[in-house]
């Protein structure tokens, strides 16, 4: 009995398993990765103000190098996702001036710019500072980061890359060309697909 108690489980067991069926069902999922470049300042609707220091004593010059000729409170934000199969490719940022450029030069005045490294609270390939060195702004667009790929560098102010522009008089000999006056300035920084 004991024999043929095994055999008859035995065969239930294997009628089981030959008689399962298994089903499944499934269905497609798409991920979606955006292409995007983005660049701003950290405050850039309050503007600056560049303004070498009056002598104060008789027979002084204006002093171009005093604090009040220089300001480094904006800061370079920029987040990047490369185009698909842009494996070479990278983006930069350009900056140039407008406004009363001309007037500005002269009178023998230059607004020259440094940009630094990167703060390094964002992630990716932040890209460099063309210079290390002051760029001199003026209306052409000039590269000042290159190599940017899929990063972001953070938002705000202690966030990206430092600005720190600067107010010079570019040759001594020109002082008798500078005239008392405002001028209005815009920097636009763009960003652009190499």
Not at 66 to 90: E, M, P, Q, T, V
């Amino acid at each position: 009995m004991k024999k043929l108690s095994l055999v008859s489980v035995l065969i239930f067991f294997f009628a089981v398993v030959v008689n399962a069926q298994s089903e499944s069902s499934n269905h497609n999922i798409q991920v979606k990765i955006p292409s995007f470049s983005f660049v701003g300042v950290s405050d850039a609707g309050q503007g600056i103000v560049l303004e070498p220091k009056a002598p104060s004593i008789a027979g002084g010059a204006l002093d171009f190098t005093a604090s009040s000729a220089s300001d480094d409170s904006k800061w370079l934000n920029y987040s990047s996702i490369l185009k698909k199969g842009n494996g070479s490719k990278s983006n930069s940022i350009s900056a140039a001036l407008t406004g009363d450029v001309d007037l500005l030069s002269a009178s023998g005045l230059e607004i020259v710019l440094t940009v630094s490294e990167d703060a390094g609270k964002g992630k990716g390939n932040t890209g460099a500072a063309v210079s290390s060195s002051p760029i001199v702004l003026d209306r052409t667009s000039k590269d000042v980061v290159t190599g940017i790929g899929n990063c972001y560098t953070g938002t705000g102010a202690t966030s990206g890359r430092q600005l720190t522009y600067s107010l010079n008089l570019n040759d001594p000999d020109q002082y008798g060309k500078l005239i008392s006056n405002d001028y209005y300035l815009t920097v636009t920084y763009t960003i652009t697909e190499n």
